[in-house]
Each structure stands twice: as structure tokens, then as C-alpha cells.
């Protein structure tokens, strides 16, 4: 099945302007999930089970996994054709995948998320059957040959730590801290030279808690092996867990 503009898939023409970009001149990774999560929304919203549908519930939805494989990023001044569509269900999970491709129709990165349904009141899961016929499935196109995968963290050799306190500019409308920005504190672990040496091939990320505005979180790095480092981001406080990030990189 080819994808196309329809019910069960968006697909958008992307230009790839300066403010999405990174010191390189390549689209940022942040930046990239910025723009997953805005077709996210666009395509969940045509279709009835967007932002506003499920507030009017006392609903909203909440990322839990995703996982992209990035054969190469687009650079400044490029054009990219990026597609999402809902890709089906597990368990509690509503899982929607994406592609990124170039003008010449190569595919530059594939992704696959879980997201979940969470009650405003209690913030607890819900299952997503109410909306689920509303929801165009094409489980028979997927973007990844996985789901995202809970990480498995093990131990390894400390590579970086430092200390941020999220400001109200790292807030969403859900009151929270944004998923893009656990990547971005994520990937500033990097030291400079070794961002410049290296690039990310494949990124995963499991959101585990809600972090909030000034609550002081430690993002301590670590290398596992020789190609995969993982970010674990804690909120000092209480020690919670708020995200797992792991990341495999290669030489450039």
C-alpha cells in the first residue's frame, strides 16, 4: 500500500527552514520530533480524536515510547515529504508510525510511537477503545519492523552529568514538561566535539513520569558500549524517573 493523503494517512511537504536546524546545518532532532508530534496532532484531529476531542472527555493524550531509525538527516534548504498514519493497537497503547522522506523519494528516517489516553482528573491510563473506531488503522503498512521497546538500562562507563531546572518555556498546554525536550537535554549531555564526530543512527525514548515548571531534574549519561549511550533524566526531588533516552551512534 502506497501512502496518500486520506483518512488513514497525512502527508505533508515539509522545508527544512534555518530554525529547524543545528550547528551542522542538518534538521535537529528535536526539531524532528517537533514536527512528529504536530502531524501527530493534525492527523489525530481530522479525524476526531485529536487534542480537543478528547479535552471535551477530561482526556488527553500522553507519548510513552518512540523509537526512530535515521539513515541520514535532511540539511537546510531541502524539502522533505513526511508521513504518519495510526498503525494499530497494543494493549494500552495507541501506536502511530512515521517516515521522512527526500525530494527524490528516498527514505531518510522511519519511526514508531505508543502513546496513551490519560485521564485529566486522576492521571491514570485509559484504554483506547472509545476512540478506536474513529481511528483508520493500516496495520499492514508499518514504518519500522518493531514497536517502540521498553529500554533496558545497564550499566556502563559515566560519560557526562549536569543539572537543569525546567522554565515555563518547556511547559505544554497538558501542564507539563514537552516530550521534544527531554531529547534536547539528552543530546546538550553530548560533549561538542564528540556531537561533531559522531551522528545518531537510531534514538529511543521511554517517558515514565510527568516532570513539572522548577523542579530541578539530573540527566546523567552513560556509554553501555561502543555505539550506544543512554540518557536517564530523574527529577531530584523524589529521584523519579521521568525519562529514558538511548541512542546509537556512529561515526560520521
Same mark, same amino acid.
Not at 517537533?34 to 493534525?42: G, K, P
Not at 508521513?83 to 493497537?89: L, R, Y
Not at 529511543?204 to 516532570?211: D, F, P, V
Given at each position: 500500500?502506497?501512502?496518500?493523503?486520506?483518512?488513514?494517512?497525512?502527508? *505533508?511537504? !515539509?522545508?527544512?527552514?534555518?530554525?529547524?536546524?543545528?550547528?551542522?546545518?542538518?534538521?535537529?532532532?528535536?526539531?524532528?520530533?517537533?514536527?512528529?508530534?504536530? !502531524?501527530?496532532?493534525?492527523?489525530?484531529?481530522?479525524?476526531?480524536?485529536?487534542?480537543?476531542?478528547?479535552? +471535551?472527555?477530561?482526556?488527553?493524550? $500522553?507519548?510513552?515510547?518512540?523509537?526512530?531509525?535515521?539513515?541520514?538527516?535532511?540539511?537546510?534548504?531541502?524539502?522533505?515529504?513526511?508521513?504518519?498514519?495510526?498503525?494499530?493497537?497494543?494493549?494500552?497503547?495507541?501506536?502511530?508510525?512515521?517516515? $521522512?522522506?527526500?525530494?527524490?523519494?528516498?527514505?531518510?528516517? %522511519?519511526?514508531?510511537?505508543?502513546?496513551?489516553? !490519560?485521564?485529566?482528573?486522576?492521571?491514570?491510563?485509559?484504554?483506547?477503545?472509545?476512540?478506536?473506531?474513529?481511528?483508520?488503522? @493500516?496495520?499492514?503498512?508499518?514504518?519500522?519492523?518493531?514497536?517502540?521497546?521498553?529500554?533496558? $538500562? %545497564?550499566?556502563?562507563?559515566?560519560? %557526562?552529568?549536569?543539572?537543569?531546572?525546567?522554565?515555563?518555556?518547556?511547559?505544554? $498546554? +497538558?501542564?507539563?514538561? +514537552?516530550?521534544?525536550?527531554?531529547?534536547?537535554?539528552?543530546?546538550?549531555?553530548?560533549?561538542?566535539?564528540?556531537?561533531? *564526530?559522531?551522528?545518531?543512527?537510531?534514538?529511543?525514548?521511554?517517558?515514565?513520569?510527568?516532570?513539572? @515548571?522548577?523542579?530541578?531534574? %539530573?540527566?546523567?549519561?552513560? *556509554?553501555?558500549?561502543?555505539?550506544?549511550?543512554?540518557?536517564?533524566?530523574?527529577?531530584?526531588?523524589?529521584?523519579?524517573?521521568? @525519562?529514558?533516552?538511548?541512542?546509537?551512534?556512529?561515526? *560520521?
Amino acid at each position: 500500500m502506497e501512502p496518500n493523503n486520506s483518512n488513514e494517512f497525512l502527508v *505533508k511537504k !515539509v522545508p527544512i527552514t534555518s530554525y529547524f536546524t543545528d550547528l551542522r546545518g542538518e534538521l535537529s532532532i528535536p526539531s524532528l520530533f517537533l514536527l512528529f508530534q504536530e !502531524v501527530a496532532w493534525e492527523h489525530a484531529s481530522i479525524n476526531g480524536f485529536g487534542y480537543n476531542d478528547l479535552d +471535551n472527555q477530561g482526556l488527553f493524550w $500522553v507519548l510513552s515510547r518512540i523509537h526512530a531509525e535515521i539513515h541520514k538527516m535532511p540539511k537546510w534548504t531541502d524539502s522533505i515529504t513526511l508521513t504518519t498514519w495510526p498503525s494499530g493497537t497494543e494493549g494500552a497503547f495507541a501506536l502511530r508510525d512515521f517516515t $521522512v522522506d527526500s525530494e527524490d523519494n528516498k527514505r531518510l528516517i %522511519s519511526a514508531t510511537s505508543s502513546w496513551l489516553i !490519560v485521564d485529566i482528573e486522576s492521571r491514570r491510563p485509559k484504554r483506547p477503545n472509545t476512540f478506536k473506531e474513529r481511528m483508520p488503522l @493500516c496495520e499492514s503498512f508499518r514504518a519500522t519492523e518493531d514497536n517502540a521497546q521498553k529500554i533496558k $538500562v %545497564s550499566s556502563g562507563t559515566p560519560f %557526562s552529568n549536569y543539572k537543569i531546572i525546567p522554565r515555563i518555556a518547556d511547559i505544554d $498546554v +497538558n501542564g507539563h514538561i +514537552n516530550n521534544t525536550k527531554y531529547i534536547e537535554w539528552a543530546i546538550n549531555s553530548f560533549p561538542m566535539d564528540f556531537y561533531l *564526530k559522531n551522528r545518531i543512527c537510531e534514538l529511543s525514548i521511554n517517558y515514565l513520569a510527568e516532570g513539572f @515548571c522548577d523542579e530541578m531534574c %539530573s540527566i546523567i549519561t552513560t *556509554k553501555t558500549d561502543k555505539r550506544t549511550l543512554i540518557s536517564e533524566i530523574t527529577r531530584d526531588s523524589d529521584k523519579r524517573k521521568l @525519562c529514558t533516552v538511548q541512542f546509537s551512534i556512529e561515526s *560520521k
